[in-house]
C-alpha cells in the first residue's frame, strides 16, 4: 500500500482515528465487548442439540446498544469537548481547514470506527445464521426486566423474531448510533449546566420512550421489531431518511460552531446556511407534482427544526465567541438575560417537543414529522408520566447543584420556576383535564397523595415520584435559604 | 524597513464592563520585532487574539499588508503563526502525530509533508521527542512544540504570548536562540512577556499598554529618554537616609528620589546641563549628605513602572 495513502484522507479524520486507536481504554472496551459477544454467541450454538431455539440476541442487542449508542458516541463528543477545551480549535481556526472540514471529517472518523465495530458484530451475527439456518431465533424482551413493575405481567418472555427482522435492527442501530454521534458532538460547545439539562433532556425523552414502549408491547404483543419496521416501505422509507439526513446536517452545523472563528460566528451566512436545508425541504416541497401529507409533515418539520436552530443561534455561546455583542439575539432584552434562563427555555422547548413527539409517534406509530404535528395534544398527559419524568429530572439537577455547589446560584432556581410555570399553564390550557391532573401539575405532590388516599393505581412509579417531589422540595428549601 | 505588514486603528473590545481593548492603533513593519509590554489585564492577550482573528472586535479595523482581516479573515491567517502563553496537552497524541496533523491541515502531503515536520521539529531542537506522548513533555520542550506548531506553513508574521512564562533560565536562554533566529528568517515578531530585560534584547522597538489603551511606543532608547527629562543617579549617603531625602524633597533640582535596597537612593537631577549638574552634586556634598554619586541609565523596568505611575 501507498505509505502516503492517508495523504487522500481528511487531516481531521486521521488525527482523531489516531488518537482513538492510541487510547487503550477505548480500545480495550471495544476488544471486551466484541469477545462477549462471540463468547455467548458461541455459547448458544454450543448448546443447540438440548434447546429447541437460540438464545443470546438480547445480549448481542444489549452490546451493540452500548457500543453503538454510547462509548462510540461519547468518543465522538469528547474530541470535540477536547479540542474545546486544550484550545485546539483555537489553533485549527488558523490552519486552511474550514470548520465544516473538521467538524464533518470527526464525525466521519466516529462512523468508520462504528463501522468497523458493527462490522465485527455483523460477522458475529452471519456466523450464527450460517450456523444455524433453520434454528428459529428468540430475543428477550428489551424492557420485560422492568414488567415486574406493572401486576400480572411476566418477569421474563420471549419473543421468535426472524433473522431479517435481526439484520434491519441492526442496521438502524448503526444509523441511530451515526446519529447519536452527531449529538454528542454538537453538545460540545455548550457549558456544563446546559450540557447537563440537555442529556437530561434526551434521557428523559428516552425513558419517556421506553415506557411508551413497554406500554405498547404489553398491550398489543408486539416485539420492537415488528413496531419499527411497521408500516416502513418506498415513500416513507425515503422521508425518514430525509428527516435523518436533515437532523444530521443540523447537528453538525452546531457542532461546527466550536471550531468556526467568531467572524464566521457573528455572520449571517453561518446562520443562513445552517438553514439551508430546512429552505431544499421547503422547495422540494413546493416542486412536488401532487400535495403529499408525507411532504406537508416533512415541510413543517423542517420549520421546526430550523425554529431549534433560531434558538440555539440566540442562547448558546460557543467556545470561540464567549458571549460577544455581535452574536446576542438582538430580539432578547438585557433585563431578559437572567441566569438559567435561556437554558431553561432551551430545555423545555427541547423535552416538551420530544417528549410530546415520542409519546405520539408510539401511538399513531407514524413518521417523526407527524409527532411533531400532532404534538400538542393533551394525549402526554395521560398517566402524567412526563410530569414525573420531569420532576425527577429536576431533582437531579437539584441534587446535583447541591452536592458540587459549583454553579450559577440562580440558575437552578430560575429552571424550577419555569418548570412550574408550565406545569401550571399545562394544567389550564389541557382540554379534558380533571381537577386532580391540574392539581397535580401544580403541586407535584397532589397526585401522590390523592393516590395514597384512595388506594388506586399505587404503583412503584408512585413512590418514585413522591420521593423525586420530596428531593425537590427539599432542593428548593435549602437554596431559597442559602440565597 | 518596509511598508506596514500590520495597520491596526481604533481596535476596541469589551466584555460587558470591562474594556479589555479600548481603542489602540499601532503599525508594524515587515521584519520589525516588537514587544507588547503591559500589567496583567491590560488587555495584551486580547490583542493578540484579535490580531491572529480568533476574536471579533466591537469596532476598529486590522489590515494585514493591505488586506482586511476583518472581511477576509481566511486570506491572513495562512500567514500568521500564533503561540499562546500556554499549550495544554491532547490526550493520546504524540509530538509527530500532533505536528503532523497541522502539516496536514496546511495541505502539504506525501514527503513535503515529512520533511515539513522534521525541519520544525529539528528546528525547535525536539526531533528526537517525536514518539513521545505530549502530555509527557516538559515545560520547556511544551513551549518548544507550540513553537514548532506554529511554524508550521512558514508564517511570515509570528504572535507570541508570554513565549517565556514558566521557563527555567536555561530553556529561558534556548527560546532566546530560537527567536534570534527568527528574527534572522526576517520574520515579523509581536511579542509579549513580563520579562522586560529579556525583550529589550530581542525586540527592536516596544508597545506599552495600560487598562486596554496603547500609553507609549517606540524604541527602547526612545522610551528611556523619552520618559522624563533629567539624568538619573545613585547616590551613597552618609549615615542614615532621611535627611538625604528630606532634602532632595526640597530642592528644586531633584525630583523622584527613591531609597534602593542597597541603602542607596535613585533620584531624578532635573538641571539642564552639565555645568549646573555638577552644581546640584557639589550642594549635596557641602551639606555632607553624599560620599559617592554615579550617573546611571534607567532601565526598561523602571521607565514602564515610572510610566504606569504617571498614567494612574
Redesign the interface.
Known amino acids: 500500500m501507498n505509505k502516503?495513502f492517508s495523504?487522500y484522507l481528511p487531516?481531521?479524520l486521521?488525527?482523531d482515528f489516531?488518537?482513538?486507536l492510541?487510547?487503550r481504554g477505548y480500545v480495550l472496551m471495544l476488544l471486551i465487548a466484541v469477545l462477549v459477544a462471540v463468547w455467548v454467541q458461541y455459547d448458544a450454538i454450543a448448546q443447540l442439540p438440548e434447546s429447541k431455539s437460540m438464545g443470546g440476541g438480547t445480549t448481542l442487542t444489549m452490546i451493540g446498544v452500548f457500543l453503538f449508542w454510547c462509548i462510540i458516541p461519547h468518543r465522538a463528543g469528547r474530541a470535540v469537548l477536547?479540542d474545546c477545551?486544550?484550545?485546539?480549535a483555537?489553533?485549527?481556526?488558523?490552519?486552511?481547514?474550514s470548520s465544516r472540514h473538521i467538524v464533518w471529517s470527526t464525525w466521519f472518523s466516529a462512523v468508520v470506527q462504528l463501522l468497523i465495530v458493527g462490522g465485527i458484530g455483523a460477522l458475529i451475527l452471519w456466523w450464527r445464521q450460517v450456523a444455524t439456518p433453520d434454528m428459529p431465533l428468540t430475543e428477550a424482551s428489551l424492557f420485560s426486566l422492568t414488567g415486574s413493575l406493572f401486576p400480572g405481567v411476566p418477569f421474563f418472555s420471549w419473543q421468535p423474531v426472524t433473522f431479517t427482522q435481526v439484520w434491519v435492527i441492526y442496521a438502524l442501530m448503526l444509523g441511530v448510533g451515526a446519529l447519536l454521534c452527531a449529538v454528542f458532538m454538537s453538545l460540545a460547545q455548550m457549558s456544563t449546566f446546559t450540557r447537563l439539562i440537555v442529556i437530561c433532556a434526551m434521557a428523559t425523552v428516552a425513558l419517556s420512550w421506553g415506557m411508551a414502549q413497554i406500554t405498547t408491547i404489553l398491550d398489543s404483543g408486539r416485539s420492537p421489531a415488528d413496531i419499527l419496521l411497521a408500516g416502513v416501505s418506498g415513500i416513507s422509507l425515503w422521508c425518514r431518511l430525509a428527516d435523518a439526513a436533515l437532523v444530521l446536517w443540523v447537528l453538525l452545523e452546531l457542532a461546527r460552531r466550536s471550531y468556526a472563528?467568531?467572524?464566521e460566528n457573528?455572520s449571517w451566512g453561518l446562520r443562513l446556511w445552517a438553514l439551508a436545508p430546512m429552505v431544499l425541504v421547503a422547495a422540494l416541497h413546493y416542486a412536488a407534482p401532487e400535495e403529499s401529507e408525507l411532504m406537508t409533515e416533512q415541510l413543517e418539520f423542517s420549520v421546526a427544526m430550523g425554529l431549534v436552530i433560531c434558538l440555539c443561534d440566540a442562547l448558546l455561546p460557543t467556545y470561540?465567541?464567549p458571549?460577544?455583542?455581535?452574536r446576542t439575539w438582538p430580539l432578547l432584552p438585557s433585563y431578559l438575560q437572567t441566569p438559567g434562563l435561556g437554558q431553561a427555555a432551551f430545555f423545555l422547548v427541547l423535552v416538551l417537543a420530544a417528549n410530546w413527539g415520542v409519546h405520539v409517534w408510539q401511538m399513531q406509530e407514524s413518521s417523526v414529522p407527524y409527532l411533531l404535528n400532532k404534538g400538542l395534544s393533551a394525549e402526554w398527559m395521560d398517566g402524567l408520566h412526563s410530569l414525573r419524568l420531569l420532576y425527577a429530572l429536576l431533582c437531579a439537577l437539584l441534587l446535583t447543584d447541591l452536592l458540587c455547589g459549583s454553579m450559577n446560584a440562580n440558575r437552578p432556581t430560575v429552571f424550577a420556576v419555569l418548570l412550574l410555570g408550565l406545569d401550571i399553564v399545562a394544567g389550564f390550557v389541557a382540554p379534558g383535564a380533571t381537577q386532580d391532573v391540574y392539581l397535580s401539575s401544580v403541586i407535584p405532590c397532589s397526585e401522590v397523595l390523592l393516590q395514597i388516599k384512595t388506594a388506586e393505581q399505587l404503583t412503584v412509579c408512585s413512590a418514585v415520584s413522591a420521593a423525586c417531589c420530596l428531593l425537590m422540595l427539599a432542593g428548593l428549601i435549602f437554596r431559597g435559604r442559602r440565597s | 524597513m518596509s511598508e506596514p505588514i500590520l495597520k491596526v486603528t481604533d481596535l476596541v473590545r469589551h466584555f460587558s464592563a470591562v474594556k479589555a481593548v479600548d481603542g489602540i492603533s499601532f503599525e508594524l513593519k515587515a521584519g520589525q520585532s516588537v514587544g507588547l509590554i503591559g500589567a496583567n489585564g491590560s488587555g495584551k492577550t486580547t490583542t493578540m487574539r484579535l490580531l491572529t482573528t480568533l476574536d471579533l472586535p466591537d469596532s476598529g479595523s486590522i489590515e494585514f499588508e493591505g488586506i482586511d482581516a476583518l472581511a477576509y479573515p481566511e486570506k491572513v491567517r495562512a500567514r500568521i503563526g500564533w503561540m499562546p502563553d500556554e499549550l495544554v496537552p491532547v490526550e493520546h497524541t504524540t509530538v509527530s502525530d500532533y505536528i503532523d496533523f497541522f502539516a496536514r491541515a496546511y495541505g502539504l502531503t506525501g514527503s513535503k509533508r515529512v520533511a515539513e515536520v522534521k525541519r520544525v521539529l529539528v528546528f525547535c531542537g525536539i526531533e528526537e521527542l517525536s514518539k513521545r506522548y505530549i502530555n509527557k513533555l516538559s515545560k520547556g520542550q511544551t513551549q518548544r512544540l507550540s513553537l514548532a506548531r506554529t511554524l508550521i506553513g512558514n508564517p511570515d508574521f509570528l504572535v507570541m504570548d508570554e513565549p517565556a512564562a514558566g521557563l527555567d533560565p536555561q530553556a529561558r536562554l534556548e527560546f532566546k536562540q530560537l527567536v534570534r533566529a527568527l528574527q534572522q528568517q526576517g520574520k515579523t515578531l509581536l511579542i509579549s512577556s513580563h520579562i522586560l530585560s529579556e525583550l529589550a534584547e530581542m525586540c527592536d522597538s516596544m508597545i506599552f499598554m495600560d487598562k486596554g489603551h496603547v500609553i507609549r511606543r517606540g524604541s527602547q532608547e526612545e522610551l528611556v529618554a523619552g520618559d522624563e527629562p533629567g539624568t538619573l543617579y545613585s547616590l551613597r549617603c552618609v549615615g542614615d537616609s532621611a535627611p538625604l531625602l528630606a532634602y532632595l524633597a526640597m530642592s528644586k533640582d531633584w525630583r523622584g528620589a527613591v531609597c534602593q535596597a542597597d541603602g542607596s537612593v535613585l533620584v531624578t537631577c532635573l538641571a539642564p546641563d552639565d555645568e549646573a549638574r555638577a552644581g546640584a552634586l557639589r550642594a549635596l556634598c557641602a551639606e555632607n549628605l553624599i560620599w559617592e554619586a554615579s550617573c546611571r541609565r534607567r532601565n526598561l523596568e523602571e521607565t514602564f513602572v515610572n510610566i504606569l505611575q504617571e498614567q494612574r
Open positions: 502516503y495523504d487531516p481531521a486521521v488525527r489516531r488518537r482513538s492510541r487510547s477536547a477545551r486544550v484550545k485546539s483555537n489553533y485549527m481556526m488558523l490552519t486552511p481547514l472563528s467568531p467572524a457573528c470561540s465567541l458571549g460577544h455583542g455581535r
